[in-house]
């Protein structure tokens, strides 16, 4: 199974300050298609998880664009330009490339 | 609207049975693939199963794997999640989720295995 180890996996952030959170997979998720499904999901505390980012860089319909995906093979970043109170939370890298799909540990984004 | 609701956790002694249901509603349901994950108390996001669109394909995660059957009927628009040989680490929140890549979320439903 592909594994997705994100980093840190906590994250205290200044009100306004970026943020930025390491996602490194132990394999290539570059599809045969020449996509790369590796996408960013956000849960809030006590709400069910919500996708953010697609395909590393493209933002869900809604998506405050402060959220920003970058990376390519096996590196990928997700950057908040400057964190809001609604942001607090855990976000999961996940990797739509292979079976079975899978999931970073998380890592929890709280305010200082 | 895009909608999935789960239903169908509860209590249930180890050994025990459920089944999960997730309606949706707001797409067509047999053009997709459709998945079930699982977060225990406190814990991060656990792939538990597939099943294709046209319902052919199904796959699960190993600590699943002979106890847990995912179906689907679309002319219900339902997904469906049968969980046997309940064991206490299969607590938890469970989704279903849309699509290859998880576009849409449910709200979950609680699983609790406990004697």
């Known amino acids: 199974d592909v594994v997705l180890t994100q980093s840190p996996l906590s994250l205290p952030v200044t009100l306004g300050q970026p943020a930025s959170i390491s996602c490194r997979s132990s394999?290539?998720?570059?599809?045969?298609?020449?996509?790369?499904?590796l996408n960013w999901i956000q849960q809030r505390p006590g709400q069910s998880p919500r996708r953010l980012i697609y395909r590393v860089s493209d933002r869900d319909s809604g998506v405050p664009d402060r959220f920003s995906g970058s990376g390519s093979g096996t590196d990928f970043t997700l950057k908040i330009s400057r964190v809001e109170a609604e942001d607090v939370g855990v976000y999961y890298c996940f990797q739509g490339t292979h079976w079975p799909r899978t999931f970073g540990q998380g890592t929890k984004v709280e305010i200082k | 609207e895009v909608q999935l609701v789960e239903s169908g956790g509860g209590l249930v002694q180890p050994g025990g049975s459920l089944r999960l249901s997730c309606v949706v509603s707001g797409f067509t349901f047999s053009r997709y693939y459709m998945h079930w994950i699982r977060q225990a108390p406190g814990k991060g996001l656990e792939y538990v199963s597939v099943?294709?669109?046209?319902?052919?394909?199904?796959s699960y995660a190993n600590s699943v794997m002979g106890r847990f059957t995912i179906s689907r009927d679309d002319s219900k628009n339902t997904l469906y999640l049968h969980m046997d040989s309940l064991r206490t680490e299969d607590m938890g929140v469970y989704y279903c989720?849309?699509?290859?890549?998880?576009?849409?979320w449910g709200q979950g439903t609680l699983v609790t295995v406990s004697s």
């Open positions: 989720a849309r699509d290859g890549q998880l576009d849409y």
């Open positions: 099943i294709s669109n046209d319902g052919n394909i199904a």
């Open positions: 394999q290539s998720l570059v599809f045969s298609d020449g996509n790369i499904y």
